[in-house]
T-cell receptor, first 116, second 110 residues
């Protein structure tokens, strides 16, 4: 079966711009969670959506937002980009909620964002 | 607040067994322990998950002592392709976010 698909894989933006990243989960998975990965901070949880509702949120400013559609596809948006937003953005899908212990996360390959 | 502590890096020769230990002193009753493997520029990949005692699959074993305050991922006979970062994740119902630690960078030497 198809895995988790993230688009675009690479993108370059300038400070002040905004960006939208897309994530298509594995068919049947209702949870999509998003992560930011940087060399300095490691893998950090952004938020999780389950059945179109944001269920959990990490410690990121309001510039980071997301949404989930009825087909479980999810998008995340970062507004007013800063240099420090340069990172690999990963999404993961799971059958049940991501933050519920026993569920296994399947990650996409990520979207590499560079902010100039 | 980090829930897990792992060694930052480990080196091993090809063909050896590698054990990576993760400390999770504040593990809750309903927390599961899950290990992921990540190669450069890829998303993490699930390796193994357990709750207590020992779990084994085709690629690894997971040992969890009775007090569950630590766990050990065991990779038998590693090869160069096992060079990656390994993350231990401890989460359960009641958490509000997933907390990945810094991971352990395993380097397999020929």
């Amino acid at each position: 079966k198809a895995g988790v698909t993230q688009t675009p894989r690479y993108l370059i933006k300038t400070r002040g711009q905004q960006v939208t990243l897309s994530c298509s989960p594995i068919s049947g998975h209702r949870s999509v969670s998003w992560y930011q990965q940087t060399p300095g901070q490691g893998l950090q949880f952004l938020f999780e959506y389950f059945s179109e509702t944001q269920r959990n949120k990490g410690n990121f400013p309001g510039r980071f937002s997301g949404r989930q559609f009825s087909n479980s596809r999810s998008e995340m948006n970062v507004s007013t980009l800063e240099l420090g937003d340069s990172a690999l953005y990963l999404c993961a899908s799971s059958l049940g909620g991501a933050v519920s212990g026993a569920n296994v996360l399947t990650f996409g390959a990520g979207s590499r964002l560079t902010v100039l | 607040l980090a829930k897990t502590t792992q060694p930052i890096s480990m080196d091993s020769y090809e063909g050896q067994e590698v054990n990576i230990t993760c400390s999770h002193n504040n593990i809750a009753t309903n927390d599961y322990i899950t290990w992921y493997q990540q190669f450069p520029s890829q998303g993490p990949r699930f390796i193994i998950q357990g709750y207590k005692t020992k779990v084994t699959n085709e690629v690894a074993s997971l040992f969890i002592p009775a007090d569950r305050k630590s766990s050990t991922l065991s990779l038998p006979r590693v090869s160069l392709s096992d060079t990656a970062v390994y993350y231990c994740l401890v989460e359960g119902a009641g958490s509000y976010q997933l907390t990945f630690g810094k991971g352990t960078k395993l380097s397999v030497i020929p």
